[in-house]
């Protein structure tokens, strides 16, 4: 299967450059984001229920949105796909929705930091500036993802049918959670800040995933013989 554009429907990322007053806004707004997006799907809890971005195209927002939805989505892909009573046939099904699920995660990471590369593009980076380790975007992926562990971690501190331990476990878990929370939602403002102030500068890669590529994936180019 060939890598189509996924955000073809977009005409260009200057239509969502946005300029927030505080930089330290960022990782808020992310979060903020996150938290609306998992709320609302668990509203249906369903993996098949299609996404209602209540944000514009045009907006920073609505990529994030997307972003955490497609993470949402998958969280519960993994769930199903690990039930031991699951049909052999629809989990090489969900398998197939779990490997294009990844794409799309890949791909709106890329799309991110395509935002992040056109807001600092005008940024001269200083002499002996250094490289981060991970680019912005991946450093908000993180933080989507961590926001399911919290979302997920609270209800099962709060299930009333488990046992007091098991509630207590998951409380002890979910403590380091939030203050894990707190560190990257640090990391991410001071990577930003970092960037503005050419102290640091982006370097971004493609993932050049290969195995959802027939032209790269050798089972799939030697079926095409």
């Known amino acids: 299967m060939k890598k189509q554009p996924f955000f073809s429907y977009y005409k260009s990322i200057k239509s969502i450059f946005v300029t927030l007053k505080n930089k330290y806004m960022f990782s808020k707004l992310a979060y903020s984001v996150f938290e609306q997006s998992i709320k609302d799907y668990h509203q249906f809890d369903n993996v098949d229920q299609p996404i209602n971005n209540p944000y514009p195209k045009d907006k920073f927002e609505h990529l994030l949105y997307l972003k955490n939805w497609i993470d949402t989505v998958q969280w519960h892909f993994e769930d199903i796909i690990r039930d031991p009573q699951i049909d052999p046939v629809a989990a090489l099904t969900l398998k197939r929705r779990i490997d294009a699920s990844n794409q799309e995660r890949t791909d709106m990471v890329e799309y991110i930091d395509s935002y992040f590369l056109q807001k600092y593009s005008n940024v001269q980076a200083k002499d002996g500036a250094k490289i981060n380790s ?92």
């Open 134 to 225: 991970e680019s912005p975007a991946w450093a908000f992926d993180r933080l989507s993802i961590l926001a399911l562990k919290i979302y997920h971690m609270q209800e099962e501190a709060n299930r009333a049918e488990a046992s007091q331990e098991h509630r207590d476990k998951c409380q002890e878990k979910l403590n380091i959670l939030l203050e894990q929370r707190s560190d990257l939602s640090t990391a991410i403002e001071d990577l930003l800040t970092d960037i503005e102030n050419g102290d640091k500068f982006m370097k971004v890669y493609k993932q050049m995933k290969m195995y959802n590529d027939d032209d790269l994936n050798p089972v799939l180019y030697q079926n095409k013989k």
